[in-house]
């Protein structure tokens, strides 16, 4: 083997070290949670317990919700603006990089400041309003990820013919939407979908300073005062992770108008 | 009045005048060609009829009714693109079946429409195939039979075979005049390429700059040109110089030579004219039934598979014209001293 062989192989085994080791250790940690041998306890303790259930589903529900507000506000933003605003491409995705730059602890104070109590509008006086904010705020952070997923879906497809082949057989602009460009962006919104449920589901400062019953918090809670229970959180939230993946992978294949002429 | 009726049509981009005071009555059922160079606005007046472009004044009245104000959902027009703009995640059926499902039409005439639509394209099998799945033919092809499902007055289609190679362009472009003289619909196509709509036009309108201007019958674009513009972009044309000596009897001078037109010329004896002669017109040796003749040298010969293009060199110009290729007709070989004969009501004169 030539020399700069062993150096790549060299390079690529550190890297992979360096990502799997501590999750190597974190699985062999959760395991054992019963003195002397490995058990699945912690697992067990994870999940039945009810606050776990509670903050996910919640968290998990967010989630949702964030990614059906994002694309309803963003695709059809990205598309009017490579339709008929491309000159104001650079800003706008100026506008989508902010989340980036401004820190989520600045964003929720700003809403606090802006819809404490006694505000104008006081949405931080009950618990629907203040799941509001939270969802506006998690759409906000999902912005640069979504915006720029959805955009790189409109590149691959050529929007203003499209647009027009709709429009010239009757359709209007939310027919085109729905039963053209969505359709055809799917794959890329999806990447976007999972790119936000995974900051949402990880989520802590708007969901702590908002004082919502969501998973973050109670990672952070459970890590403070347990032992072995947040290493077996962090191998199941590595398992949803990778199972989104999965998904998203299946649900390409199973389109069948993006497989790849043969 | 006409079926479709454009009337001092303008259209400006910013300071930018793309089309000209455009003015174009077409009857039911016509085949209308708009033929010119890129830039020339052709596409642009499509656009306008279509309703993605927005006239800056004029109007265009559709069966007696003025669509300006209308938008191009509302205004029942068939569109085909250069670009096929095929829906990808739809089936072939599903795209055909498109419009009528938008119009919100009963299933059981959707599925009747796209088989009749598939059979006319002769594409009965594909139905159930994906956009991906079928060569660019068949991609327009289905666009075309989109188009035509719903039904519309007007058919229009942009360039449609400029994306296609040169066999499948010739056979779908008599496929699609075949099916608009089927089907009687009103058509404007817009193309850059002569050959297209010199074979497929009820009438040409030819653009430049966005002026139309000729409008006419292939016959009469190719064989009288009304503007030197359309001589030169229709066809192949030989351009050249003469001196007038007399022109009350048409006698001028083409590089010392004489020749005589026996028609008045418009023009004061010693003025420079400008000559154009299409190479088919021009024939190599001397023919009894032609008055005009030259004297030159050839200079080369091409071979363009049926036909020669022989270029002949007058003393300074040059003439180009074509002969048939016969196998058993030895082609003339570079400096041979040739005699070029031509009828000499087949030369367009213009001034300067």
């Known amino acids: 083997m030539k020399p700069s062989r062993i150096w790549a192989w060299l390079a690529l085994a550190v890297g992979a070290l360096y990502f799997a080791l501590p999750l190597i250790g974190t699985i062999e940690f959760s395991l054992r949670m019963r003195r002397g041998v490995y058990s699945f306890d912690a697992y067990r303790a994870v999940l039945s317990d009810p606050q776990f259930r509670a903050t996910f589903s ?76 939270l969802l506006a705020g998690y759409t906000v952070l999902a912005l640069p990820y979504m915006y720029r997923a959805v955009d790189t879906g409109l590149r691959t497809i050529d929007v203003a013919t499209l647009t027009e082949a709709a429009q010239s057989l009757g359709a209007g602009w939310i027919t085109i939407m729905a039963r053209i460009i969505l359709p055809n962006i799917m794959v890329a919104i999806l990447s976007g979908a999972f790119l936000t449920f995974a900051i949402v589901i990880g989520e802590f400062v708007l969901a702590a300073l908002l004082n919502r019953p969501a998973f973050g918090p109670y990672l952070q809670v459970l890590g403070a005062n347990r032992a072995y229970e947040p290493a077996a959180l962090a191998v199941i939230t590595f398992a949803i992770t990778w199972a989104c993946m999965g998904l998203i992978q299946l649900v390409t294949r199973l389109q069948k108008h993006t497989q790849v002429p043969r | ?164 190679d040169a066999k499948i362009r010739v056979s779908l472009r008599q496929e699609i005049r075949a099916i608009q003289k089927k089907l009687g619909i009103t058509t404007i196509y817009v193309t850059h390429d002569q050959e297209e709509a010199l074979s497929m036009s009820d009438r040409i309108v030819v653009m430049n700059a966005g002026v139309a201007e000729q409008v006419g019958d292939p016959f009469t674009i190719y064989n009288r040109p009304a503007t030197r513009f359309v001589a030169g972009f229709v066809g192949t044309l030989n351009a050249l110089d003469a001196i007038v000596t007399d022109p009350a009897t048409g006698s001028i001078t083409l590089d010392g030579q004489p020749i005589r037109l026996n028609r008045p010329i418009d023009a004061a004896a010693g003025a420079s004219i400008g000559l154009a002669l299409r190479p088919e017109t021009l024939a190599l040796g001397p023919r009894p039934e032609t008055d005009g003749s030259l004297r030159g040298t050839v200079r080369d010969v091409q071979f363009l598979g049926s036909v020669l293009r022989v270029r002949v060199a007058l003393d300074g110009q040059v003439v180009a014209l074509d002969s048939f290729n016969t196998a058993a007709l030895r082609p003339p070989a570079v400096g041979d001293a040739v005699e070029v004969s031509f009828a000499t009501a087949d030369v367009l004169v213009s001034d300067g």
């Open chain 1, 58 to 133: 919640f968290s998990v529900f967010m989630a949702l919700m964030t990614i059906v507000l994002g694309v309803l506000v963003i695709a059809p933003t990205a598309y009017w603006v490579r339709l008929k605003l491309p000159r104001w491409r650079p800003i706008v995705e100026f506008i989508t990089l902010l989340p980036l730059v401004v820190p989520p602890i600045v964003l929720v104070f700003g809403y606090i400041r802006l819809y404490n109590t006694s505000s104008w509008l006081p949405l931080t006086g009950t618990a629907g309003g203040t799941n509001l904010l």
């Open chain 2, 1 to 164: 009045m006409a079926f479709l009726d454009i009337t001092r049509l303008e259209k400006f981009y910013g300071t930018t005048h793309v089309v000209k005071d455009f003015n174009l009555a077409v009857e039911k059922g016509e085949f209308i060609s708009f033929l010119g160079p890129s830039g020339c606005g052709k596409t642009t007046t499509l656009r306008m009829v279509a309703g993605f472009e927005t006239p800056s004044s004029g109007s265009i009245r559709i069966d007696g009714r003025d669509v300006v104000n209308l938008r191009p959902n509302q205004r029942n027009i068939g569109m085909v693109f250069q670009a096929y703009a095929l829906f990808p995640n739809l089936t072939v059926a599903q795209n055909i079946g498109f419009g009528l499902k938008v119009a919100g039409r009963p299933r059981a005439e959707i599925d009747e429409r796209v088989r009749e639509m598939l059979g006319i394209i002769h594409l009965p099998e594909l139905g159930g195939r994906f956009p991906f799945q079928l060569s660019g033919g068949q991609q327009q092809r289905v666009a075309l039979a989109r188009a035509l499902a719903i039904r519309p007055k007007l058919l229009l289609l942009d360039e449609p075979l400029s994306a296609l």
